[in-house]
């Protein structure tokens, strides 16, 4: 499996209208790519930092996403309670419990 990883810095105030979006926007729209296998989103409200990784079947799953242009979208709804640009990498999952 192999996940994207998005970290981001969250304007001052800004953190429950962060997770909500992400809530109710980005995790639907999600679910329907290829391979998609979950979500999770870990915060850290008082930095304003919040780590995002999606999980995927394969790494072409991955390339797939990135092609169909899901994640511009959706990173253009973020833009009013994000401080900057988001910070994307990908990883290979290779222990999971």
Known sequence: MHARVVTNQ????????WVALIRDSV??????????KGF???????????IGYSIRDSADDMVASEASGNYQ????KLGSVLAMPPVR???????LD
């Open 10 to 17: 969250i304007q001052p105030g800004k953190m429950d209208e």
């Open 27 to 36: 995790v639907p729209s999600l679910r329907d790519e290829a391979g998609f």
């Open 40 to 50: 999770v989103v870990l915060t850290n409200a008082e930095a304003g930092e919040s």
């Open 73 to 76: 979208q959706q990173i253009a």
């Open 89 to 95: 990498e990908a990883y290979e999952l290779t222990v």
